[in-house]
């Protein structure tokens, strides 16, 4: 018997011993069909909680199409069902332990919500403005790379939901189809995010091509280094036997298999070459001094110069301390992401919606300051806007909803935000995203 049949069990006794009380007897609330049931013997009683046992069953069953979602969650498993292993260990995997992974879903269950009443809500406003451009909501779309390996639609499935649904887009470095394609199925520029390489010239040419083809900004990711301990992915590689030779020719090791020290960097350095070679933003690039795409030669100079030589907005992703973020504006970046790559860098086990207010101290209001790790609600959205958010991104749902059913998935999980987002806005009274104020919140002692 399931843990919801026994709950159900107890509730029904109580319920019938109700039923017989004299209190109860004759009041209309258990009148009918109802009081009948509640009364039947236990033949009746198997029969309605195999009914019940069914639906649990039921309800624990993997969703089939986008609208049998009820939450972004629920395109989890159907995405593991749908990729295959090694690949399915990329999108999932944190480092060591997850934990960074789990804390950053969990943080968000210490901010709760003071919800106002009397408020008219009749119209809900969830627009936004970043950096003069209006967007429908404040939810973005994270940069994912290598999002074929989910689902051939892959990033243009992306861009295309991006673009059906009015949301903001961040291309990967290694993404799997170019900018300039990209750009066309959204219908409308998108971010590039920057992965330098250890050789400035791959770097400046990225940004130059990523400005040529319209992009309004340029995102340098900051919090990854090479060698970070994607355990996860390795267990998931060492059961993934099949010969993936379409999308993994022999060479780049990348995070691959474990290895680790300087097995893991000869390795990787030797193939680079070979893995840029499938990633169309280093079509026609020089790679032959790129030994490592994760460089660990970046520093505020770098900044600098990357500054200097950027002819749009810049912003960097991986913040997550006060220091950094005055640095930053210090060295005339004009936005931040508080990020922790969805805890595939480092185990910090501090959640990026804890990061998010010391950050907010360092910018002192002088640029906008997105957040991601760890949003799957719409309460989540709601609560990184009040904490102080221009705009709130999100990785792994999106490639979930994509790798289970391409771009319909996308959009599907899109619309789940939005809905769960107007929804807490009218429960809480808030009637557009600039409502969504200090005073929405309070943080629960742990
Ligand atoms: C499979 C995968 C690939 C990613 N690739 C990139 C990338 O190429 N560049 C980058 O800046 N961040 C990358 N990220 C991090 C995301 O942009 C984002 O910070 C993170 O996914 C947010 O956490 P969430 O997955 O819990 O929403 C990746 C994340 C995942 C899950």
Known sequence: M??????????RKFLKMLCTSPLIAGSSILAGGLADLLCAEPLEEKHFLGWLDNLQQQSD???????????????????????????????ATGVDDDATVRANRDGYSHVQIRARRLVDVTSIDTSRTIFGTQWDTPIVL????????????????????????????????????????VIAARGGPVWQQLYPTNAWEVGRAIVKRAESAGAPAIVLTVDLLEGSNRETLFRAQRVDTRQCSTCHKSGYTGFARGRSGAAATSAASSGVAQYLS?????DGLDVSKVTNLLASNLNWDFVKRLRDTV????????IVTREDAQLAVENGVDGLIVSN?????????????????????????????????????GTDIFKALALGATAVGFGRP?????GAFGQAGVEAVLEIYRRELRTIMRQAGTTSVDKITHDCVIRRLR
């Not at 999106?398 to 994509?402: A, N």
């Open 142 to 181: 994270s940069p994912v790379g290598s999002q074929k390996a989910f689902h051939p639609d892959g990033e243009l499935g992306v861009a295309r939901a991006a673009r059906t649904k009015g949301h903001l887009m961040m291309l990967s470095t290694v993404t799997t189809a170019s900018i300039e394609d």
């Open 278 to 282: 499938r990633k169309p933003m280093f």
């Open 2 to 11: 399931s843990a919801a049949s026994d709950q159900f069990r107890t509730r």
């Open 398 to 402: 999106h490639s979930w909803g994509l």
């Open 311 to 318: 002819r749009v907005k810049l912003l960097i992703k991986g």
């Open 61 to 91: 069953s993997i969703i089939s199409s986008p609208d049998q979602a009820l939450d972004v969650m629920d395109f989890e498993p159907a995405a593991r069902k749908a990729i295959p292993p090694a690949h399915w260990g990329y999108l």
């Open 341 to 377: 790559h969805g805890g595939r860098a480092e185990e910090t086990l501090r959640p990026t919606i804890e990061s998010l207010p010391e950050v907010l101290e360092g910018v002192a209001g002088k640029v906008p300051v997105i957040v991601d790790g760890g949003v799957r609600r």
